[in-house]
Each structure stands twice: as structure tokens, then as C-alpha cells.
């Protein structure tokens, strides 16, 4: 019973519509001990003799009213029950995914999104049914139950019904027993799906990678086994489900063999009559329901106990990320200075930025150049306050970015990653994305200066035009330009370009470039890249090597210092001159 003790938040909540629910409960128990009782009277007329139209209407009346009465608390409880569970799965639904908006990137490396999707449905499901199946199935075998073993007893006999219902308490050692093995296998069956949800997304998401390099045979086979694995998993706990049916035949079929040796019995002696003995067996009948109801009961508490735990088991976890209550709501701006001495990842030891310092006025722009896994994009990342547990500073207009309120400090950061994410929507609502109000002026404004403008013209729906899950229909360079002018329809204080030109040619760079810098004059731009062309006219470059600067200055500077930024310069501007080269020779031949 301990998941009825996990949600008593939300019974207690909704504790009068529950109790009209389970007013209803009570009057359809207390309607449907009617009918049997009728049908033996009747009996009894017909077997004596003694049946008249009149005694026929009057029975036949009570009878309808009877199934009109039950038509109507049905609908009561039904629409209280179900109405109050549906609102909870609403509820929780709506606080985990409320939470999954609030937690950091740490918990995203965690946790697999396969494995977050299936606790957001399957389990939110299992929960639901405990405040709605599992409240019934507790409430109703108690209440019909045991109204109807009262009418057994009062109305027909007391012995017969003792004798009868002798069988029962085996029920509930046969639910106990059975009930902790499926908490169990059941937690196994929720992490088994969580797996293949995982696989299924993966794939999906990596079909082109599968597909380019021929392996789908192999991503079939693994997939195959995964579901394999899933279903054995899921056969163990449908052996034991399907335990309960034949083991609560079996205690139906001892109570109507005692009902027959012992009512058949007391027939003879003119203990009951016949007409009781049909009304006892129909009442039997009726407790067939909150026998299973009770299998079922612990079926229903098991799984729910086992989703719950996994929900609040996220719904616990803690962001990293503090947004202060009483926050600076002003928006950021002026000088960025940014010192910090030492950064590790969360449950990392590993250093992975140390002495990096510099300072950033309004309209400077500033080049981070490097080698993989120099610190480029953990910069950027301390910037959009992804992580905030680091040794030193970053200030943003004279005040540490911690001290600002996220709702004032992200809206003013732009930040365009290499893989910018794009939503299966149409180009417009991808740009406009942050700003759903902005007008087709102020689009057209960015387009043309992320250089996409040309390319959006030539498309068959223009502006609406899909472009397919994560932008699938889209070249890389298009996919880019869309995300920077995403990005710049927010006007940011600080724009942030993390790679994010890798992927257009260097005319195409060269011409972004030359419009940001026009337009964002008075504004900061930090640009991180490994084509050393998109930060030359950067008013500092910082060269990153191990998570600390190893060279710093302007371009002209760098290549006076004949370190790493010259060399790999002169080593991509040679690259360029070759690939230049093959493409003449193609043109002539």
C-alpha cells in the first residue's frame, strides 16, 4: 500500500471528488444487491406457485429501477475516478516536463533521452492507473464485496455464506506473494523498454550515418536484439500476471462447490428455499469481481510503486544552475570580463580551463582559435551559464553573470553552436523562434545578413517552406545560416559563433563576417572557429592549448610571434591555394 501512501499529496488535494466517486461506488454496490434478491423471490412465486401480474410488475419495476439507479452512480464514479487520475497524470506530467526545462547539462549527460521519454509516458502511465484503476479495484472489492457478503448473510444465510467464502483468504497470501515478484521483474520491464526507446531513437536520429556507411544490417540485428531482450523480459511478467486468473478460478470454483454441497443441503431441510439458493449463487457470482479486483489491486500497486519511484527519482534531481529569486533583472551590457583560474566538469577531475582570462568591451570582437578539446567551447559554455561552479569570475557590465536572473541574462546571449538544432518547422518559425512576434521586415533583416536570402528565394514554399526534422531537408551551411539569423533576430548583447561557419564556403564566410561586424558595432561578438579566416578581423585572438592560452594578440601580432596561429594559418592558406588549383584544372579540362 505504500504508492497509495506516495500520492496521499494528491488524494488530500482532491479528497471531494474522490468521495463522490466512491459515494457512487456505494450506491451502485447497494442497486446491485436488488436484482439477485428479485430473481429469487420470483423464483420462490413461480416454484410455489403463488406468481401474479401484479407481483410480476412490482418485481419487474423494482428491477428498473434498480438498472437505472446503477446507470446513474456508475456515472458517478466513473467520471470522479477516471476525471481525478487523468488530472494527476496531467499534473505530473506537466511538473517532470516543467523540470526537465530547469535541469542542467550535467543531468543531460546522464540520462539517455530515450530513457527520459519512457518515464514521461509509460511510467506516468502505471501511476495513473493506481489513482484510477487501483482506486477503484481498493474501494470497490471493498465496498461490493462487502455489501454483498452482507445481503449473503442477512438476506439468504449466514452458515452457507461463511462456508462459501472459507476459500478467500487464500486469495490475498496467493496477491502478497506474487505481488513482490512482479515489483521486481516489472522494474526490470520499465529499464528494459527505457533501453529500447533508447535504441529506437538513436537510430532514427543516426539514419543517415547507418545508411552512408552499410550498416543496417547490423543496426537491424542489434535492434532485434534488443527487442528480443525486452520481450523476455516482459514474459516473466506476464507469467506472473497471468498467475492470478487461474489461481482466482480456482477459489471461485471451491466457493461454488461448497455453495452447492451446503446450499443443496439446506434446501432439503427447508432451511432456505429454493428461490434463496438461485439469489446466494447470483451474489457469488457478483463477488467474482472484487476477488479479481484484489489480483488486480496488487497488480496495479506494484507496477505504479515501481514508475513512481522512477519519476520522483528525477523529479529529485537538483540543477547545478542556481537562478537567484532576487536576481538582476536588468538586461546585461557593457564591458565582459571573464577570469577564471580552474574549471573541471562535474565528476571529472581532469582540468579543462585554468588561468584563461581577458576582457571585452561593447562592439570588440574577440577570435578563439585552438586545437580539439583546447577549451574553446567550455568558454561558452561558462558564458551561457551551463555550468557555474568554477574558481575565479565573469562579469557582464561591471556585475557577475551568477547574480543575474536567467530570464535577464540568456535572453541578451546568442549563441549559435556548430550543430545548431533546428525544429521540424517551417524556416520562419525556426528564425523566429525566440521572437514569435517579430515581423517579415525584421526576418528579411537577418536572412540577408547570415547570407541565406538567396537561397530562401529558390525554395519551392519560400519562407514556410519544412525543413524536416532537425532540419534534415537543409544543407549544412544552410542549416548554420538559419541558426545565426535565429540568433540574431534577438538583437543579443553578445553574440556567441562556436564553429558555426565551419560549414559555408569562404566567400560566403568572408560576406557574414563583413555583415556582422557592420551591424553589430555596438554590440559583442565572440567567435570560436578552426578556419582561422573567420577570426582574423577579430580585435584580440586567444589561442586556447590545454585548457590555458598559449598565445593571445591580433592577427598581425600572432604571426609575428611565428607560434601555433602562424603556422596553422600558413598551413590552411595553403590548403586553400591547393584546393583553388584542382578546381582551375577541372574548369580547363
Do not use: C
Given at each position: ?61 423494482l ?35 516543467g ?28 501511476i ?11 474501494a ?33 497470501v ?17 529499464a ?38 525486452t ?26 462447490m ?23 449463487t ?34 529529485n ?29 562535474p ?18 570582437t ?12 567550455t ?36 549563441y ?165 588549383g ?8
Amino acid at each position: 500500500m505504500s504508492i497509495f501512501k506516495k500520492l496521499g499529496w494528491y488524494f488530500r488535494a482532491e479528497w471531494r471528488t474522490y468521495l463522490f466517486g466512491l459515494l457512487g461506488l456505494l450506491l451502485t454496490a447497494l442497486f446491485a444487491i436488488i436484482p439477485p434478491r428479485v430473481i429469487g423471490v420470483v423464483v420462490d412465486l413461480i416454484h410455489d406457485q403463488r406468481l401474479t401480474r401484479q407481483s410480476l410488475i412490482w418485481n419487474l419495476g423494482l428491477l428498473l429501477i434498480a438498472g437505472f439507479g446503477q446507470y446513474g452512480s456508475r456515472y458517478m464514479w466513473r467520471t470522479a475516478i477516471w476525471g481525478a487520475a487523468a488530472k494527476l497524470e496531467q499534473t505530473l506530467r506537466q511538473r517532470l516536463f516543467g523540470h526537465y526545462m530547469q535541469l542542467d547539462q550535467s543531468f543531460y549527460q546522464r540520462y539517455r533521452t530515450g530513457d527520459l521519454m519512457a518515464r514521461a509516458t509509460n511510467d506516468l502511465q502505471a501511476i495513473q492507473r493506481v489513482a484510477g484503476g487501483g482506486i477503484l479495484q481498493f474501494a470497490d472489492s471493498i465496498i461490493t464485496g462487502g455489501t454483498t457478503l452482507i445481503a449473503m448473510m442477512t438476506l439468504i444465510n449466514w452458515r452457507l455464506t461463511l462456508i462459501a467464502v472459507l476459500p478467500f483468504p487464500l486469495l490475498a497470501v496467493m496477491a502478497f506473494y506474487l505481488g513482490q515478484k512482479i515489483n521486481v521483474a516489472f522494474r526490470d520491464s520499465q529499464a528494459a523498454f527505457s533501453r529500447l526507446n533508447n535504441k529506437a531513437q538513436e537510430s532514427i536520429s543516426g539514419v543517415k550515418v547507418i545508411k552512408s556507411l552499410g550498416q543496417e544490417q547490423e543496426d537491424i540485428d542489434d535492434f532485434e536484439a534488443q527487442v528480443d531482450e525486452t520481450i523476455n523480459v516482459n514474459r516473466r511478467v506476464n507469467r506472473l500476471d497471468a498467475l492470478f486468473d487461474p489461481i482466482t478460478t480456482l477459489i471461485i470454483a471451491l466457493a461454488y462447490m461448497a455453495t452447492i454441497v451446503l446450499g443443496g443441503s439446506l434446501v432439503m431441510q427447508h432451511v432456505i428455499t429454493i428461490g434463496n439458493l438461485v439469489s446466494f449463487t447470483t451474489y457469488l457470482a457478483m463477488m467474482i469481481w472484487p476477488i479479481f479486483a484484489v489480483g488486480m489491486l496488487f497488480n496495479t500497486m506494484e507496477r505504479g510503486n515501481a514508475s513512481y519511484d522512477r519519476v520522483m527519482r528525477l523529479i529529485n534531481e537538483k540543477s547545478q544552475v542556481i537562478d537567484q529569486p532576487d536576481g538582476v533583472m536588468t538586461r546585461p551590457s557593457g564591458t565582459l570580463r571573464f577570469d577564471i583560474t580552474e574549471f573541471h566538469y562535474p565528476d571529472d577531475t581532469a582540468i579543462a580551463l585554468h588561468d584563461v582570462d581577458f576582457s571585452l568591451a561593447a562592439g570588440k570582437t574577440l577570435g578563439i582559435v585552438g586545437r580539439v578539446g583546447a577549451g574553446k567551447t567550455t568558454i561558452m559554455r561558462l558564458l551561457l551559464r551551463q555550468f557555474e561552479r568554477y574558481q575565479g569570475t565573469i562579469q557582464y557590465g561591471k556585475t557577475d553573470i551568477l547574480d543575474y536572473r536567467l530570464d535577464a541574462y540568456l535572453p541578451a546571449v546568442g549563441y549559435v553552436p556548430q550543430d545548431g538544432f533546428l525544429f521540424s518547422a517551417s524556416v520562419r518559425d525556426n528564425i523566429t523562434f525566440a521572437k514569435p512576434d517579430a515581423t517579415q521586415a525584421e526576418v528579411e533583416q537577418v536572412v540577408a545578413m547570415s547570407g541565406l536570402a538567396d537561397q530562401i528565394s529558390h525554395f519551392e514554399s519560400g519562407y514556410d517552406t519544412l525543413v524536416g526534422e532537425e532540419g534534415v531537408s537543409l544543407s549544412g551551411g544552410q542549416r548554420q545560416r538559419l541558426a545565426i539569423a535565429r540568433a540574431l533576430l534577438i538583437d543579443p548583447e553578445l553574440l556567441i559563433l562556436d564553429d558555426a561557419l565551419s560549414a559555408v564556403d569562404a566567400e560566403t564566410e568572408s560576406r557574414i563576417l563583413t555583415n556582422l561586424h557592420a551591424d553589430r558595432h555596438q554590440k559583442t561578438t565572440i567567435i570560436a572557429a578552426h578556419r582561422l579566416s573567420s577570426v582574423m578581423q577579430a580585435d584580440e585572438i586567444l589561442v586556447l592549448d590545454a585548457g590555458g592560452i598559449a598565445e593571445r594578440g591580433t592577427h598581425d601580432e600572432l604571426m609575428a610571434q611565428d607560434g601555433w596561429y602562424r603556422q596553422m594559418f600558413d598551413r590552411q592558406a595553403l590548403e586553400t591555394k591547393v584546393q583553388q588549383g584542382r578546381r582551375d584544372d577541372d574548369e580547363n579540362d
